[in-house]
């Protein structure tokens, strides 16, 4: 007899905004897949489960369309999330804006004490230090790429202006955490939840992750300590549905 399918039930929901184009599902694909593809504009939004330790944390990849239908769905998405991560282009002014104007706004729905990441990408770009690859970011995908870790200087010098530095995503993390009535006592401090990352690359990318995991550890603890039963075993809910079907049905 086959082993009873079981799916867990994740433990914890995190969820990436940001504009069109400026690598969300890139970024989540380079974490989860080790590699680096370009990707259609994602509509709606994608579900991904990342196992971490024992923990099963589920990523929501959301659209960054404009037009109102896909826009209004953030909202749903953002509902119950434990942490979100703001994603902007570090070679696009506007990409920035766009986090206050129009995405901050969905969050709302997200829990009470939610952890926010603000985070430039296509670092690469603008900063030879985000263009180097390490051996452990480099998948089977991009096996055959050379890692150079121990080259401090990459082969080439950017040519594209940076038009978002640094201190402006934490100034940006700073007007969010008076925005959202956090406690800026207990938050975690602007220095470490604003990054500088590159999904061509790896550049920062798993430092994201991990830091946010790690923060919302607590959360996952408190959460299992409410609700006993994280497994939910598919093969006892259709042998009790065979069972309580009538006569007539069968």
């Known amino acids: 007899m086959p082993a009873a399918r079981k799916m867990r039930k994740p433990d914890i929901k995190m969820v990436i905004l940001g504009d069109m184009n400026v690598g969300k599902t890139s970024l989540l694909h380079r974490y989860t897949e080790r590699s680096f593809k370009d990707t259609l504009s994602?509509?709606?939004?994608?579900?991904?489960?990342?196992?971490?330790?024992?923990?099963?944390?589920?990523?929501?990849?959301?659209?960054?369309?404009?037009?109102?239908?896909?826009?209004?769905?953030?909202?749903m998405y953002c509902r119950g999330a434990a942490a979100i991560i703001l994603t902007y282009d570090v070679t696009n002014w506007q990409s920035l804006l766009q986090l206050e104007e129009r995405f901050l706004s969905l969050t709302d729905s997200a829990n009470s004490d939610c952890l926010f990441a603000v985070v430039g990408n296509k670092a690469d770009l603008t900063d030879s230090y985000a263009q180097v690859v390490t051996p452990e970011d480099v998948g089977p995908e991009e096996s055959g790429i050379s890692a150079a870790p121990s080259c401090p200087t990459p082969p080439h010098t950017p040519t594209i202006h940076k038009q978002v530095h640094r201190e402006d995503a934490m100034a940006l993390y700073n007007r969010?955490?008076?925005?959202?009535?956090?406690?800026?006592?207990?938050?975690?401090?602007?220095?470490?939840?604003?990054?500088?990352?590159?999904?061509?690359?790896?550049?920062?990318?798993?430092?994201?992750?991990?830091?946010?995991?790690?923060?919302?550890?607590?959360s996952i603890i408190q959460k299992q300590a409410r609700v006993k039963s994280p497994t939910v075993c598919l093969e006892d809910y259709e042998e009790e549905g065979r069972k309580k079907k009538p006569d007539c049905c069968t």
């Not at 994608?46 to 209004?72: C, M, V």
């Not at 990352?197 to 798993?206: E, F, L, P």
């Open 42 to 75: 994602t509509v709606g939004g994608a579900f991904f489960l990342k196992q971490w330790g024992p923990y099963n944390i589920s990523i929501w990849d959301t659209a960054g369309n404009s037009r109102e239908q896909f826009h209004g769905l953030g909202s």
């Open 176 to 218: 969010i955490i008076l925005y959202k009535t956090l406690d800026e006592g207990t938050s975690p401090l602007a220095e470490k939840m604003c990054f500088e990352t590159s999904a061509k690359t790896g550049y920062n990318v798993d430092s994201l992750f991990e830091t946010l995991f790690e923060l919302v550890l607590p």
